[in-house]
């Protein structure tokens, strides 16, 4: 998404490759748990919106309990494996260590990740449309406003504005984000002119990528970036140029 849009608004992004482990944007091929959360994001959307402006734990105490509960998954072996196969069977089987992540310092009483309604709601989305798309605000004022269209930004489109080297990775155990749906990356990529992009898979499930720390991943990206070279920025096409046209003329009309 950054170095599409920057490339569009002809602005630097100063990067000179792109290494990606198990990328979203596409996510069409996943399990029943996901198809059923997507439906009901897009069905009761503006009324969840209201009610739960993010996803976290509140209140100090509650975060207290959950800390409490992360380390007797730890402390109680049985008990954190029944948790780890539940979690498992809801991402589709996959077999990444979600016991030992909640189990991170990050996770305490005073501070704890939360999730925005609206990156839930833009995943949902993308899987109903089967295209890496920006965030539609669900009105033809509000997108032309943002993006200067009635539609969102279709990215896969606009592959062929990245000028630097790719590299796509994928985990052949991931159930979150399939191998399929990075091998997709990859193939528009290529039908769009984009060069330099290669394609590699692991035996890892999705949370191997960044956790694990293993040797074999740590050498392959290290090998990755020993290939950057200086960053050659290309003249953004003409598509890429009509868009901008485009976005600029609606935001002066508005």
């Avoid at 198990?22 to 009610?51: K, M, Q, Y």
């Avoid at 295209?131 to 489109?157: H, I, T």
Wanted: with cysteine; charged share 25%.
């Amino acid at each position: 998404m950054y170095v599409i849009t920057r490339r569009i608004e002809e602005k630097p992004h100063r990067l000179s490759r792109l290494i990606l482990l198990s990328p979203a944007g596409f996510h069409e091929d996943s399990n029943l748990c996901f198809t059923l959360i997507e439906h009901s994001f897009l069905l009761l959307g503006p009324v969840l919106s209201r009610i739960f402006p993010a996803f976290y734990i509140p209140t100090r105490f509650f975060r207290m309990l959950f800390n409490k509960l992360a380390r007797d998954f730890h402390n109680y072996p049985a008990v954190g494996g029944l948790v780890q196969t539940l979690m498992g069977y809801v991402v589709g089987g996959d077999s990444s260590n979600w016991v030992g992540v909640i189990g991170l310092p990050h996770y305490n009483m005073d501070d704890m990740p939360a999730v925005s309604f609206r990156v839930a709601l833009h995943l949902a989305q993308i899987k109903r449309s089967r295209k890496f798309r920006m965030f539609d605000y669900g009105s033809v004022q509000a997108n032309m406003e943002v993006y200067g269209s009635p539609e969102p930004l279709d990215l896969g489109e606009f592959y062929g504005l990245i000028d630097v080297p790719v590299d796509l990775v994928a985990g052949k155990k991931d159930k979150v984000i399939r191998a399929s749906m990075v091998r997709k990356h990859y193939r528009v990529m290529r039908e769009s002119g984009v060069a330099d992009v290669s394609y590699n898979e692991f035996e890892y499930a999705h949370l191997d990528f960044t956790f694990s720390h293993r040797e074999e991943l740590l050498a392959y990206v290290m090998s990755r970036l020993l290939l950057v070279e200086p960053t050659k920025t290309r003249p953004v096409h003409k598509k890429g140029m009509k868009l901008k046209k485009k976005m600029e003329s609606a935001k002066n009309e508005l």
